[in-house]
């Protein structure tokens, strides 16, 4: 699949965030046209993530640690924003912008590696049947509120 500008811009600060980070490393990961997959190797550090809980007793507490300090969704954060601004700032006409969070897994073995893995690979190559894809013969208007919008 190839990537428009913006893709491209997606694609090169994805390939920065190690220099961003320091105990951050990427591994697998695909562009597409309406999101990316990508695998973080996080070396040290918490981890984190801001909406998972743990209940004990009456109380609620973050499951690791103070979200300030949580790494993944601050790597999230800064790639996303270093993102629009870039695209934001090429002067055209469309104004780009993410959906609002993100999902994230936590990969616990090799087996499982290696199934994301094939996901990601094999994920740009899906694009032309995806219904989410407006130029699939398997889109679906009625499902996508987004292009629904634009297209009543």
Wanted: proline share 3%; with cysteine.
């Amino acid at each position: 699949m190839e990537l428009n500008i913006f893709g491209e811009i997606a694609r090169g600060l994805w390939t920065e965030i190690p220099r961003h980070f320091r105990h951050v490393g990427i591994a697998e990961f695909a562009v597409m046209s309406n999101h990316v997959h990508g695998i973080l190797i996080i070396e040290r550090g918490p981890v984190g993530n801001a909406y998972m809980r743990s209940h004990q007793g009456n109380a609620c507490m973050h499951s690791l640690h103070d979200k300030t300090k949580m790494l993944l969704p601050k790597v999230i954060q800064q790639y996303k924003a270093s993102v629009t601004r870039k695209i934001n700032s090429l002067g055209t006409d469309i104004w780009f912008a993410w959906q609002k969070s993100f999902y994230d897994h936590i990969v616990r073995g090799e087996k499982s590696l290696g199934l994301i893995r094939e996901h990601i690979q094999n994920n740009p190559l899906k694009w032309d049947l995806d219904r989410k894809n407006p130029l699939s013969k398997n889109f679906d208007l009625d499902h996508e509120r987004y292009w629904k919008a634009i297209y009543d």
